[in-house]
């Protein structure tokens, strides 16, 4: 099964994000009996979810706006480092987002963040634990990264806003469909 990527603009993101919060607020208080902070249960997860899900993709003007003045000084910063500075070696002071946003997306938009088909949040515009960051091409909903993408639960790939199956895992669930019904 493919999850596509779903682009929520940010009155969306905003409103279902609310929604959860408060869903997530009112769960809490009707179990009491239930320590979250040692995991969250599946009825839980499945309630968050619901909201924001696997496939769903929204921008993050917290770590970079293009738009804010405030924040011009830092993209002047970064876009004078040199290739070297991105490189994994230098992980304390790279910064979050990767050479390639500052060269090719930061005088445009925000950096992305997306959720897997494993439900595992990623950015596909921030530095990578094994190398400088991702190749960002496309427009959301249909981006494409390059190379793969693993986080702790999925490695896959994601090309024109199409997640592939796991690769090391592909009979595994992928979650729910880009439609919401479940996998």
Not at 24 to 30: F, G, K, L, P
Request: hydrophobic share 30%.
């Amino acid at each position: 099964m493919t999850i596509c990527v779903t682009f929520l603009d940010r009155e969306e993101y905003r409103q279902r994000s609310d929604a959860r919060i408060e869903a997530h607020r009112a769960w809490c208080a009707a179990h009491p009996e239930i320590d979250i902070s040692k995991g969250w249960p599946p009825e839980l997860r499945a309630m968050n979810e619901s909201f924001i899900g696997p496939g769903m993709m929204w921008e993050c003007p917290w770590f970079f706006d293009p738009h804010d003045p405030d924040h011009q000084e830092r993209r002047e910063y970064y876009l004078s480092q040199p290739d070297s500075f991105f490189e994994p070696a230098n992980n304390s002071s790279r910064g979050v987002l990767s050479l390639y946003y500052w060269r090719q997306w930061s005088h445009i938009r925000p950096p992305y963040n997306v959720l897997c088909p494993n439900g595992d949040s990623w950015m596909p515009d921030q530095v990578s634990s094994n190398g400088i960051g991702w190749q960002v091409t496309g427009e959301p909903p249909l981006i494409t990264a390059a190379p793969s993408i693993q986080t702790g639960r999925y490695h896959g790939f994601l090309q024109n806003g199409r997640f592939t199956p796991d690769c090391e895992r592909p009979h595994a669930p992928n979650g729910v469909r880009h439609d919401g019904s479940p996998a």
